[in-house]
C-alpha cells in the first residue's frame, strides 16, 4: 500500500530537549516536505526536499531543522523544542514539486 | 492579503443535502486545482485533482473551476454524516519548481 508513515503520532516533551519526528514513504517520491497545522492558520510548508541531499526552507523553517540522506525518509528535528513548536505536524511527499501531495497522518507535538 | 481564501465555517447541513464549499484565490498563475479531506486527528486526503478550468465528477463529488473569477467549488450531492470533515484547497503553478498553496479549510458537519 502507497504511504507515507510518520512516527511518533503523539509526543508530549520538555522545552530543551532535542527530538526526531520520523517520515518514510514508499512510492520512490523524489519531494517531500513538513509542514506544520495551526488552527486558523492552515497548513505552513516548513522545509522541503527536492531529491536527496537537497533541502531548503519553508515558510516557517526557524527552529527546526532537516536531512534527507535517503529517498525514503525525510526526519524532522528540533533541537531545542520551545512551547511555541507545539502544534499538529505532517509530512508530505510527491512525485515532483508540481503534483499533488500525498500526506502521512500527523504528528501531535506539546511542549511543556 | 492571502493567494487561496477559504471560509473556516463550520457549514452544518442535514443528511442528503447538496454541499457547496469554495475558495477564491488572487494569482491567475494557479492551473491546477485540489481537495483534500481532512478527518479530525487524521492527514489530509487527496479528493479531487483538476487542471484549468471546467468541471470534474468523481460519484457524489464534483469539482468546479472558473478561472475567469478565480473561484473554484466543491459540490457534495446526497452528503452523508461521513462527510463530516475539514475540507481544504490547494493549488500549484504548474511549472518550474513551487509548493501547494492551501487554504485554511472550511470544516463541514452533516448531521443524521
Given at each position: 500500500?502507497?504511504q507515507?508513515?510518520?512516527?511518533?503520532?503523539?509526543?508530549?516533551?520538555?522545552?530543551?530537549?532535542?527530538?526526531?519526528?520520523?517520515?518514510?514513504?514508499?512510492?520512490?517520491?523524489?519531494y517531500?516536505?513538513?509542514?506544520r497545522?495551526?488552527?486558523?492558520l492552515?497548513?505552513?510548508?516548513i522545509y522541503?526536499?527536492?531529491?536527496?541531499?537537497?533541502?531548503?526552507?519553508?515558510?516557517?523553517p526557524?527552529?527546526?531543522k532537516?536531512?534527507?540522506?535517503?529517498?525514503?525518509?525525510?526526519p524532522?528535528?528540533?533541537?531545542s523544542?520551545?512551547?511555541?513548536?507545539?502544534?499538529?505536524?505532517?509530512?508530505?511527499?510527491?512525485?515532483d514539486s508540481?503534483?499533488?501531495?500525498?500526506?502521512?497522518?500527523?504528528?501531535?507535538?506539546?511542549?511543556? | 492579503?492571502?493567494?487561496?481564501?477559504?471560509?473556516?465555517?463550520?457549514?452544518s447541513?442535514?443528511?442528503?443535502?447538496?454541499?457547496?464549499?469554495?475558495?477564491?484565490?488572487?494569482?491567475s498563475?494557479?492551473?491546477?486545482?485540489?481537495w483534500?479531506r481532512?478527518?479530525?486527528?487524521?492527514?489530509?486526503e487527496?479528493?479531487?485533482?483538476?487542471?484549468?478550468?471546467g468541471n470534474?465528477?468523481?460519484?457524489?463529488?464534483?469539482?468546479?473551476?472558473?478561472?475567469?473569477?478565480?473561484?473554484?467549488?466543491?459540490?457534495?450531492?446526497?452528503?452523508?454524516?461521513?462527510?463530516?470533515?475539514t475540507?481544504?484547497?490547494?493549488?500549484?503553478?504548474?511549472?518550474g519548481?513551487?509548493?501547494?498553496?492551501?487554504?485554511?479549510?472550511?470544516?463541514?458537519l452533516?448531521?443524521?
Amino acid at each position: 500500500e502507497a504511504q507515507v508513515t510518520q512516527n511518533p503520532r503523539y509526543l508530549i516533551t520538555v522545552t530543551g530537549k532535542k527530538l526526531t519526528v520520523t517520515c518514510s514513504q514508499n512510492m520512490n517520491h523524489e519531494y517531500m516536505s513538513w509542514y506544520r497545522q495551526d488552527p486558523g492558520l492552515g497548513l505552513r510548508q516548513i522545509y522541503y526536499s527536492m531529491n536527496v541531499e537537497v533541502t531548503d526552507k519553508g515558510d516557517v523553517p526557524e527552529g527546526y531543522k532537516v536531512s534527507r540522506k535517503e529517498k525514503r525518509n525525510f526526519p524532522l528535528i528540533l533541537e531545542s523544542p520551545s512551547p511555541n513548536q507545539t502544534s499538529l505536524y505532517f509530512c508530505a511527499s510527491s512525485l515532483d514539486s508540481s503534483r499533488e501531495a500525498f500526506f502521512g497522518q500527523g504528528t501531535r507535538l506539546t511542549v511543556v | 492579503q492571502k493567494e487561496v481564501e477559504q471560509d473556516p465555517g463550520p457549514l452544518s447541513v442535514p443528511e442528503g443535502a447538496i454541499v457547496s464549499l469554495n475558495c477564491t484565490y488572487s494569482n491567475s498563475a494557479f492551473q491546477y486545482f485540489m481537495w483534500y479531506r481532512q478527518y479530525s486527528r487524521k492527514g489530509p486526503e487527496l479528493l479531487m485533482y483538476t487542471y484549468s478550468s471546467g468541471n470534474k465528477e468523481d460519484g457524489r463529488f464534483t469539482a468546479q473551476v472558473d478561472k475567469s473569477s478565480k473561484y473554484i467549488s466543491l459540490f457534495i450531492r446526497d452528503s452523508q454524516p461521513s462527510d463530516s470533515a475539514t475540507y481544504l484547497c490547494a493549488m500549484l503553478k504548474g511549472t518550474g519548481f513551487q509548493k501547494l498553496v492551501f487554504g485554511t479549510g472550511t470544516r463541514l458537519l452533516v448531521s443524521p
